[in-house]
């Protein structure tokens, strides 16, 4: 059975740092691109990472530029999202998503198939 758990979402405060982790089971993560969203209350979810099958190719929204680093081990079957220098506005729930592709097509997903997201807020 095909399944993305998130983890590490908590609560922070401005400056601060978070890593979130999505771990694969049920199918072996290497032959996909693998995408991070977030939902703000009262928002639309938005793209915020992705990141292709071998890890070559990454692609990051503007308001997250120099701040996130999305990376993956594919033989631990997690894709990792490092967040540092977090404000406000960052504040969300997390999800990560499988592509039907191993490329990303900028920050969309093909068919994706989504975790259930973890909850990351940023606050003092």
């Known amino acids: 059975q095909l399944q993305l758990v998130e983890s590490g979402g908590g609560l922070v405060q401005p400056g601060g740092s978070l890593r979130l982790s999505c771990a694969a089971s049920?199918?072996?993560?290497?032959?996909?691109?693998i995408g991070w969203f977030r939902q703000a209350p009262g928002k639309e979810r938005e793209g915020v990472s992705c990141?292709?099958?071998?890890?070559?190719?990454?692609n990051y929204a503007d308001s997250v530029k120099g701040r996130f680093i999305i990376s993956r081990d594919n033989e631990k079957n997690t894709v990792y999202l490092q967040m540092n220098s977090l404000k406000p506005e960052d504040t969300g729930v997390y999800y990560c998503?499988?592509?039907?592709?191993?490329?990303?097509?900028?920050?969309?997903?093909?068919?994706?198939?989504w975790g259930q997201g973890t909850q990351v807020t940023v606050s003092s």
């Open positions: 998503a499988r592509s039907q592709r191993s490329r990303c097509a900028g920050l969309e997903l093909v068919a994706p198939d």
């Open positions: 049920g199918f072996g993560l290497d032959y996909y691109a």
């Open positions: 990141i292709s099958n071998s890890g070559g190719s990454r």
